[in-house]
Every structure is written in C-alpha cells, then in structure tokens.
C-alpha cells in the first residue's frame, strides 16, 4: 500500500508545517532559501520523482474511490512561482481529475456576493483535486493590504465594523473545517519569496522576451507594500493553521526545493486519505466472470 512509500513525506514536511495556534513572524521563523539537506536541484531529482509518482498513484484511487476531493491552495506573492508550480507538481497527474482556478480580480458578478461565493463555486467534486492559484485567502491579504478593495465588496455596516480580520479567519476556519469534516481536504502552500529574489526574478522578466508578458508594471508598485504583505501573511499563517487544514510555509527561493517540498505536502495529504479501489461485491464478481466468459468464448482461433 501507499502508506510505507510515503513514510519520507512526513519528515520531510514536517519543519514546513505552521503549528495551529503559534504566533508566527514570518521574517523570523521561515527562511526562503532554505533547502534543508539538499544542496543543489540534482539532489532532489529522485525525490521529486518519487513525490510525482506517489501523487499519480493517489490521484486514481482518489478518483475511483469518489468519496473524496481535494483542494490545493497556492498564496504567494508575485513571483513567488505560483504559475509554474501549477505545471510542475501537476505534471504526473491525469488532467481528468484535475482543474486549475487563477483568481484575479472580483468582476462586478461575483462583488454581487459574499467574499467565499466565488470560491465555493470551483470547489471540486468527489474523485476530483481543485487548484487555487491565488484563493479566499486574497480576501485578508490584498484586500487587506489595500481596503479600497473592501470598499468594493459593499458590505453593510455592522460587517464592517472593527474586527473585520478576525471574524474573516474565524469564518474561513469554519468553512474549510466544514469542507474537511464532509471529505474534502485544504491542503495549504504559501510560496515564501525573499524580497531580493523577487528582485531578481522581475529583472528577468522584463530581460527576457519570452518572459515580458508575466511583468506588468503594477508587480512594482505592489513590491512597495512588501512590509504590508509580510505583516498579513504573518497575520493569516498564524490565525488560519489548524488542525484540520494547517498551512505549509515553502522556501520559495530555489523553485526546485519549493517543487519538492509541495509535491511532498500534497502526496502526504493524499496518502493519509488512505483511497482504495472499490472492492466488487459478489453480484459484481460474477457479472465480471460472466464478461470474462464471453469475451474468451469470442476469442478467434
Ligand atoms: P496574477 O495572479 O498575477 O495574475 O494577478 C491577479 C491579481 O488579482 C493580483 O494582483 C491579486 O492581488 C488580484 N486579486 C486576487 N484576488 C483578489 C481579491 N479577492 N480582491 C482584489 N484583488 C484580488
Ligand atoms: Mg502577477
């Protein structure tokens, strides 16, 4: 079974994983360049390929088993490879049972709802994984970071009275708990960047005609609210680590440790669902038997 090949996803994981209830400090307690054990994107080949592979496996017993579903949520700030980990991780994976949500945004439709509307509408299906680049966390991060955001979303008054924060973590807690108890996990990455290598990475951006088109002029004016950023992903990992669905922190620095790490994450999040292939009762064994029996009397000489 699965579960003796995953044993190294525990460990593993296990330094990136928000404790529920501890006050985090972002800048102090995580560092972006971190690749534990590992010095350089060669040594993590074979690890890398066996988290692929272990997520493969699970993948179809999650979808033939259909009791469970899966929901993957990226956070990070620009740059911090969001995009390119959607390709990356998912790369062993059958697209059939996979769909990917970028969130941009909110159009005027969906300011016409509650803040999670848009979110609950691409949860997935039983059998199925759902990819959040970008999530309902958004909703205490940039709209956080800029409240014109706020402004936007039309609430009346008593919802936006002070505490707003707080009730806005404790309402997300409740719904993800509400998702995990009815069998469908939240499996939580945030991409953690450095600021210099954010640096980097937008130099390359606007260096690199095939990259020009991922930069767009507002990523530098929102690296001016960097503190701000910082100080709300502290606020979120230490206010939405739970039981039920804890937050991994993933050095973002060397995008091949991030790839590891979140493979890593996931393929742990999916053994633990423990999906088996559906047993066939006797009534389904004897139809199988009766199919057999008929296809190998068809069978040319
Ligand atoms: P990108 O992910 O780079 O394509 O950019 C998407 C943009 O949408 C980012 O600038 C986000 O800050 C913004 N965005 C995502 N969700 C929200 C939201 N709930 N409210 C306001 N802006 C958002
Ligand atoms: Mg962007």
Not at 223 to 244: G, N
Not at 260 to 288: C, F, K, M
Request: aromatic share 10%.
């Amino acid at each position: 079974m699965g579960n003796a090949k995953a044993g190294w996803t525990a460990d593993f994981i296990e330094p990136l994983r928000v404790p529920p209830g501890t006050k985090v400090r972002l800048a102090e307690d995580f560092d972006p360049g971190w690749s534990g054990d590992l010095r350089a994107k060669k040594d993590g080949q074979d690890l890398l390929a066996r988290g692929v592979a272990l997520m493969a496996d699970c993948q179809q017993r999650l979808a033939a088993q259909e009791t469970h579903g899966v929901v993957v949520v990226l956070q990070g700030i620009d740059a911090a490879g969001k995009d390119g980990m959607v390709r990356h991780v998912m790369s062993g994976m059958n697209p059939q049972g996979v769909g990917v949500s970028a969130f941009k945004v909110p159009s005027a439709e969906e300011l016409r709802h509650d803040y999670l509307w848009r979110y609950a509408q691409r949860l997935p299906a039983r059998g199925q994984i759902a990819i959040f680049n970008r999530s309902h966390y958004e909703e205490v991060l940039v709209v956080r970071v800029h409240p014109e955001n706020l402004d936007r979303q039309r609430l009346p008054g008593d919802a936006r009275r002070p505490g707003i924060w707080r009730r806005r973590y404790q309402e997300i807690n409740n719904w993800e708990r509400h998702l995990d108890r009815n069998g469908f996990r939240v499996v939580k990455l945030f991409l953690n960047l450095s600021k210099e290598e954010q640096r980097q990475r937008f130099l390359q951006r606007i260096e690199r005609r095939d990259k020009n088109w991922k930069f767009s002029a507002a990523d530098v004016s929102e690296r001016e609210y960097w503190d701000d950023y910082q100080r709300a992903f502290s606020r979120m990992l230490s206010h939405t680590s739970t039981p039920w669905a804890p937050w991994y922190v993933i050095p973002a620095d060397h995008k091949w440790f991030a790839r590891i790490s979140a493979a890593a994450v996931i393929a742990h999040t999916l053994t633990g669902i423990g999906s088996r292939y559906p047993e066939p009762d006797a009534q389904e064994q004897q139809r199988l038997q009766a199919a057999r029996a008929g296809l190998e009397a068809e069978a040319p000489r």
